[in-house]
């Protein structure tokens, strides 16, 4: 009875799913990528995030001994020395028990060794793993391939954007674009291993024509299964000082906070946000926060077209996205009456916004176009939205 | 198609025509005096040409490559540029200097009096100029996308058949064997029952962000190229590149459903009906100036449970071109006499005499002017070149929305939405307007 109370006050008061990130030894910028995996994984409001720091490497393993009962998800930016064997057991046994993991990046280099660590990670490279960890597992010609080759494992050509083609209909995957292009990252080849359990969301094709390349679609999002849980493996999100283009990417932090929400539930609640990459190009946030639709549309306010039409393109993005949706749609529209009415809005974006409205729009905007039918510099553009808007057809 | 108009008013008009070269006795240049086994000029088509860029010459060159069958002695452009070039090469085919040259349509339609017009313009003209030409009553041979929007299509669709003038669309892929072939496959059952059909077109332009505000070339009208669309600063962005700006073209999508789709319509008996349900997603261009989509993928269901897939051909697997697929098995076709089917065997049935024979033409521009001369329906008549790209408008539409589109066919309107249908027409820009049929 006790342990039920205890359930239900911990759900009351805080409904944010406690995550650790570990990390403290890494070939990669450490210090750079944690804050960066932390402020976007608390960003959603569904996680609330601590990073915890290993010894130095060389440094005194068996200190470093977290208490996994305490985490819903575990998050690995963590390439290092071997954990004290207790430190190993806790984390497997989490994981048995139902625990969500997030395997970032370079984590898939960590411990060659630990059986049981590549079966959870699925597929790895470097530390000198080979034919003697498992297969390749790629993509050739759209066919899944499980290749037995000898060789090395882990390699990436030059840094570069990449496509990345989502592989399978997926809760991660979901309502996201079948091909988008990814910020300049390293794109990690030749991993070889286990891979149990495995489901390849997402490749991208290792072009030897673009800097080096197997020439073979690589997995980049993985899921897989141990015990009761669920394992989220991204091997995207190389790490430059202050971030860089591979994890501002709105491609790789859209898809770290699925693929982090599905590893604690085997769900994802979380909507596709409207800056979104696609193949017309990459969408980088340089702050990795999400813009609010409000910032959009300030941004529109004072839009100089021969600077970026990118906000329009989002508001556009937005307005798709929100298709039936009367409520969603009218609010939308309030708010571009609301820049449109702004005496410091360029006259290039009201020409934007009436268009777009004149399609769109609904009487609530009629009295504004109205008025702007006599305004010399917007007559056209509001004629067009007025008798748009009254269209008989 | 039914032909009122009759043979006497072709020769009526070349009457005319010959009339006015009484008056201009320069016109007739002495190599068409029926000398040297050419045709003399009363038996050649009299034609003007509205739009001297590269579509519009090479259209142009074609119909001069024909037998001697047609006289160029009109042309327009907004590009006095284009125009004078257009002109050296007009006159060097006539043998004298007579073409006349206009920077305004109306005054040539004013002035001149044509058998046929040859038309390649942007698409956002094509609702006006064609409706204005086939109210003067002079046959056309216009460019494809027929249209920008529905309503334009429908205004044209009427101009064309209140005045009864001969029309042909540049699909000229109708007058190739390998499209006609696969088309005739397909509509007689050669497939089995047909369920689904894939069409794949060119993928999109990436874009060239916004160029900077520049003067507008001195030869350049810059006002009458825009004609009817909004009014917008001069990027050094006209000819050619206006096919990845919204307000002119749909891109690649709109600029080749004249092609694929209107084959695939052929083959699958979809000639005079339309979907009756929409729906797929584009991708935008991030940041610039061009905003037609890149990528393109959206489903059409019509009322006989056929379904019909158009994508940019990266996303499809046979890439490019048209297939029909069946319940027996599926043919392919594409640019470059390509035809292919899921069994060889398929490409080789003989069409017997009481099946379905789809017209025959192996020449685009003779099967128009034998048309102009017998007034009978060319391969690829005005109606049919609406319902190609009326399916790509509404797909352009359900990208729009990011909604399913329900179409009526027959009444060709949009069920229950009214944001999609405002898209089905666009304002005009003061004092444009579409003329009346």
């Known amino acids: 009875m006790a342990g039920l109370l205890t359930f239900f006050t911990a759900c009351k008061n805080d409904s944010s799913y406690k995550t650790l990130i570990i990390t403290g030894q890494n070939n990669h910028l450490w210090k750079a990528s944690s804050p960066i995996l932390k402020q976007i994984l608390d960003e959603t409001g569904i996680f609330s995030c601590e990073i915890m720091l290993t010894p130095e490497k060389g440094g005194d393993m068996n200190t470093f001994n977290p208490d996994f009962s305490k985490y819903k998800l575990v998050v690995l930016d963590y390439n290092g020395d071997s954990w004290s064997d207790k430190t190993k057991s806790g984390f497997l046994q989490f994981v048995k028990d139902g625990g969500g993991v997030v395997v970032y990046h370079a984590a898939d280099n960590s411990f060659p060794e630990w059986k049981e660590y590549n079966e959870i990670i699925g597929l790895g490279g470097w530390g000198n793993r080979n034919q003697k960890d498992g297969p390749y597992v790629y993509y050739k010609h759209n066919e899944l391939i499980k290749d037995t080759t000898a060789g090395n494992g882990g390699s990436h050509g030059k840094r570069r954007e990449y496509l990345v083609k989502t592989r399978m209909d997926h809760p991660i995957t979901k309502g996201l674009p079948d091909r988008w292009l990814h910020g300049t990252d390293e794109l990690y080849s030749q991993l070889r291993g286990p891979a149990k359990n495995m489901q390849i969301l997402a490749t991208a094709f290792a072009d030897s024509a673009l800097g080096g390349g197997t020439m073979r679609d690589e997995p980049m999002l993985m899921v897989l299964s141990y015990g009761k849980g669920r394992i989220f493996h991204t091997t995207m999100g190389h790490a430059d000082e202050g971030g860089g283009p591979a994890m501002q990417c709105a491609g790789f932090i859209t898809t770290l906070q699925r693929g982090a929400e599905w590893a604690v539930t085997g769900n994802v609640t979380q909507k596709v946000p409207f800056d979104f990459p696609t193949v017309a190009g990459v969408s980088l946030r340089s702050d990795f926060k999400q813009m609010t639709i409000e910032e959009v549309m300030a941004q529109i306010g004072s839009y100089d077209i021969t600077k970026s039409t990118k906000y329009f393109t989002y508001l556009e993005s937005e307005i798709r996205k929100q298709a039936g949706d009367e409520t969603g749609l009218l609010n939308l529209e309030k708010m571009m009456v609301t820049v449109l009415k702004n005496k410091e809005t360029t006259v290039e974006a009201k020409r934007l916004l009436l268009k777009e409205l004149s399609w769109m729009g609904s009487e609530y905007s009629v009295p504004v176009i109205k008025d702007l039918l006599t305004n010399n510099d917007l007559k056209d553009e509001a004629a067009f939205a007025y008798a748009r808007l009254h269209s008989k057809k | ?437």
């Open chain 2, 1 to 437: 198609m039914t032909n009122k108009s009759s043979r006497r008013d072709f020769v009526k008009r070349s009457a005319a025509v010959i009339a006015g070269a009484i008056v201009l006795p320069q016109i007739i240049p002495s190599s068409a005096l029926g000398m040297g086994g050419k045709k003399p000029p009363s038996d050649r088509i009299v034609f003007g040409l509205i739009g001297t860029g590269s579509q519009g010459m090479s259209d142009c060159r074609d119909f001069l490559r024909l037998n001697n069958e047609v006289q160029f002695v009109a042309l327009c452009d907004v590009d006095a540029n284009r125009l004078k070039k257009a002109k050296e090469e007009i006159d060097i085919s006539n043998k004298n200097k007579d073409c006349r040259t206009y920077g305004d349509y109306r005054e040539l339609l004013e002035k001149e009096k044509l058998d046929a017009m040859l038309i390649a313009l942007p698409d956002h003209w094509h609702g006006i100029i064609y409706s204005a030409v086939a109210n003067k009553k002079i046959d056309v041979y216009g460019e494809k996308p027929i249209c920008r929007t529905i309503e334009d299509g429908q205004t044209i669709v009427s101009a064309v058949k209140k005045n009864n003038i001969i029309w042909q669309t540049g699909s000229w892929q109708r007058s190739e064997a390998n499209f006609h072939r696969g088309a005739e496959l397909a509509i007689n059952g050669r497939v089995g029952k047909l369920k689904y059909i894939e069409v794949g077109l060119p993928d999109g332009n990436r874009g060239i962000g916004t160029p900077p505000v520049q003067e507008v070339p001195p030869e350049l009208n810059w006002e009458m190229w825009l004609g009817p669309a909004l009014k917008v600063p001069y990027r050094g962005v006209s000819h050619w590149n206006w096919r990845w700006i919204l307000d002119y073209s749909g891109g690649q999508l709109t600029d080749w459903a004249g092609h694929h789709i209107d084959i695939a319509n052929w083959g699958a008996g979809l000639e005079n009906t339309g979907p009756v349900e929409i729906k797929g997603t584009g991708v935008y261009p991030v940041d610039g100036i061009y905003n037609v989509p890149v990528e393109y993928d959206f489903r059409c269901k019509y009322s006989n449970e056929l379904e019909m897939r158009v994508a940019n051909a990266s996303r499809l697997p046979l890439g490019m071109g048209t297939t029909w697929h069946g319940d027996l098995g599926w043919v392919h076709v594409d640019r470059g006499n390509i035809i292919s089917a899921s069994d060889p065997k398929i490409l080789n049935e003989v069409i017997g005499e009481k099946e379905i024979h789809l017209y025959k033409s192996d020449n685009h521009y003779q099967n128009f002017v034998d048309c102009v001369r017998s007034r009978k329906e060319t391969i690829a008549p005005v109606h049919v070149a609406y319902r190609a790209i009326s399916v790509a408008l509404l797909g352009e539409i359900a990208m729009t929305t990011g909604q399913t589109i329900k179409w009526d066919p027959y009444k060709e309107s949009i069920i229950g939405n009214q944001r999609a249908s405002r898209m089905l027409s666009r304002p005009y820009r003061q004092p444009w307007t579409l003329p009346t049929v």
